[in-house]
């Protein structure tokens, strides 16, 4: 199993551009997760989906939407990105699982660098 | 509010010795708690979780964790440190709010271990 994966590894953009982080896991979650990481911030949650065809709003959804485009894919798109913006984004998803709720664990990928100049 | 707290920043010790991490939290109801390791340049990795049962944890890596009820607290914890357990950790704990099955985490800021040769 890969796990999970995201595309692209280092991106570089200008101010106004767009573009789409791709993230995909092949481990049957049903939740998927888009976190930013900036220093001294931890890690602060854009979007997620409890499930497929659901999404909802985390602590610092503005500039960003998100799709979840089946059980596996869970794209983030910046429309008109700002410098504001650079950081690392992590995509993670997890199990659900209704009996016990004990699945909570996260599993990362391993991140996209994004400059905003 | 539900909240996680790593109080120290950073966390210096000598290869061979005991090291402890802190984490103390804040929820409305049982917590489910994790702890999470992050190398440079690299997503995070899960740990070691408690939901219920034994207050000693066992995880990956040699790592446990000691839930703490009465002290509401969850340290992380090994007996002998390695320079290769240099890395961010991250405390988590399950959000309870708003009710239902939400999947989501509330996470500390971290703390970065350095294991000195």
């Known amino acids: 199993n890969a796990g999970v994966t995201q595309t692209p590894k280092f991106q570089v953009l200008k101010t106004g551009q767009s573009m789409t982080l791709q993230c995909a896991q092949d481990?049957?979650?049903?939740?998927m997760y888009w976190y930013r990481q900036d220093p001294g911030m931890g890690l602060r949650l854009i979007y997620y989906s409890a499930s497929e065809g659901t999404t909802d709003k985390g602590e610092v959804p503005n500039g960003y939407n998100v799709s979840r485009l089946n059980k596996r894919e869970f794209s983030l798109r910046l429309e008109s990105a700002a410098p504001s913006q650079t950081s690392v984004y992590f995509c993670?998803?997890?199990?659900?699982?209704?009996?016990?709720?004990?699945?909570?664990?996260?599993?990362f990928g391993p991140g996209t660098r994004l400059t905003v100049t | 509010a539900q909240s996680v707290a790593q109080p120290e920043d950073q966390v210096n010790v000598a290869e061979g010795n005991p090291l402890t991490v802190k984490c103390t939290y804040s929820?409305?109801?049982?917590?489910?708690l994790f702890w999470y390791v992050q190398y440079p340049n690299r997503g995070l990795q899960f740990l070691l979780k408690y939901i219920t049962g034994d207050n000693l944890v066992k995880g990956s890596y040699g790592f446990e964790a000691e839930f703490n009820k009465s002290q509401t607290s969850f340290h992380l914890k090994k007996p002998s440190a390695l320079v290769s357990d240099s890395a961010l950790y991250f405390c988590a704990v399950r959000d309870l709010l708003p009710r239902g099955n939400n999947r989501k985490l509330i996470w500390g800021l971290g703390t970065s271990l350095a294991v000195n040769p």
């Open positions: 481990m049957n979650h049903n939740s």
């Open positions: 929820v409305s109801g049982n917590p489910y």
């Open positions: 993670a998803s997890a199990l659900r699982d209704r009996a016990q709720y004990s699945s909570y664990e996260q599993y």
